[in-house]
């Protein structure tokens, strides 16, 4: 996918509804569930079996930056807003980009131990996104501190959100997908419906590595 340079400031670029987007060409991928062979335990392999999961069918993605910050655009259907769950037993809606820290990380394995991948986490509840790195299934590791921004809105049934991030921020070098203008990386999405009550390994998601151009 494309990544342009516009004119804009941060604030204008982190609000999904701002005109500055119209003219960012967008995509809509086809998201589908993860493999449930996949899942961590066997209890969840036999649950969602008959629950199913993967409830998003499509996201539609665009990216920008302005020469300081990289923002991503998603925009996806959810008839219900799981913005703010008031029962410890329910979810929030969520999305996240993943991106490989080195080249070769596998997108299935959500990376491995030589070949990590970071993840930028929004969640309707929490402010700001998670940061969060894996060497593999089941090694997510969210990090303390965040780079991340985002602005989410409803409008109908669908959630707009945009993710974004510095180019140069400081942590561990190896916590840190290289970006800059000029360079081209790779990118997958993944979106989690809390009313479906998924989470964690539970989502839709983006099959396929996407390259990303990020305009000089
Ligand atoms: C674009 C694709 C993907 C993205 C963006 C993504 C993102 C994430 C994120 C952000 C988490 C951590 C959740 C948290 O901190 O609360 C997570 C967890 C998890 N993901 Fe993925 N994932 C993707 C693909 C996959 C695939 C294909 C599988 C295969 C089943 C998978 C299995 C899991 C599992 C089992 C967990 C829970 C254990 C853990 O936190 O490491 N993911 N994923």
């Not at 005109?19 to 449930?36: G, H, Y």
């Amino acid at each position: 996918m494309k990544c342009p340079r516009v004119t804009g400031t941060s604030s204008e670029l982190l609000d999904p509804a701002s005109p500055v987007w119209q003219s960012v060409p967008s995509e809509t991928l086809n998201l589908t569930a993860t493999p449930l062979v996949m899942q961590p335990s066997e209890y969840i392999q036999n649950k969602w079996q008959s629950l199913g999961h993967g409830a998003t069918p499509q996201v539609t993605v665009a990216s920008a930056h302005n020469g300081q910050e990289i923002y991503f655009r998603l925009e996806w259907e959810d008839a219900t807003d799981d913005g703010n769950p008031d029962d410890l037993a329910a979810f929030p809606d969520q999305a996240g980009v993943m991106m490989p820290i080195k080249e070769d990380a596998t997108l299935m394995e959500m990376g491995t131990a030589d070949q990590p991948v970071n993840m930028w986490l929004w969640r309707a509840d929490v402010d700001p996104p998670y940061y969060v790195t894996a060497t593999g299934r089941g090694t997510s590791k969210r990090h303390r501190e965040s780079p991340l921004a985002a602005k989410a809105a409803r409008d109908g049934g669908r959630w707009r959100v945009v993710i974004s991030r510095p180019f140069h921020v400081s942590l561990a070098a190896e916590d840190i997908v290289p970006l800059a203008p000029g360079m081209e990386h790779k990118c997958s999405f993944a979106v989690w419906q809390g009313s479906a009550q998924e989470r964690g390994g539970l989502k839709a998601y983006q099959q396929r590595w996407l390259p990303l151009e990020i305009a000089s």
